[in-house]
């Protein structure tokens, strides 16, 4: 089974930029996509960005559009979730996730076609 770490958390000013990654230990599925959720106190976790990772296609989630970038390095196996222009509201736990058998057409913003997830890494912005 994949297992995912997150790095790249912590504590950031309004407008600052940070990037965050998950390297998954293996990746040997042909329709495999990955995504990134995030978590705020009291609320449910929502989707932020995924992509497949064979077609390169991506998704995001309208609250992060134009802000936020998803990218992919094959060779390391690694996500990672560009985070510009953060806001007070952006602040929350990012859980990266892998999807195993998500074929192009799969909806990426759906948590129940992920199979695998990691623990999550906390980011806090500052006014």
């Known amino acids: 089974q994949v297992q995912l770490v997150e790095s790249g958390g912590g504590l950031v000013q309004a407008g600052a930029s940070l990037r965050l990654a998950c390297a998954a230990s293996?990746?040997?599925?042909?329709?495999?996509?990955m995504g990134w959720f995030r978590q705020a106190p009291g609320k449910e976790r929502e989707f932020v960005a995924g992509?497949?990772?064979?077609?390169?296609?991506?998704s995001y989630a309208d609250s992060v559009k134009g802000r936020f970038t998803i990218g992919r390095d094959s060779g390391k196996n690694t996500v990672y979730l560009s985070k510009n222009r953060l806001k007070p509201e952006d602040p929350s736990v990012y859980y990266c996730?892998?999807?195993?058998?998500?074929?192009?057409?799969?909806?990426?913003?759906?948590?129940?076609?992920?199979?695998?997830w990691g623990q999550g890494t906390q980011v806090t912005v500052s006014s």
């Open positions: 996730a892998a999807a195993t058998t998500c074929r192009s057409d799969c909806p990426l913003q759906f948590s129940n076609v992920y199979v695998t």
């Open positions: 293996t990746r040997t599925f042909s329709n495999y996509a």
């Open positions: 992509i497949h990772w064979n077609f390169g296609s991506t």
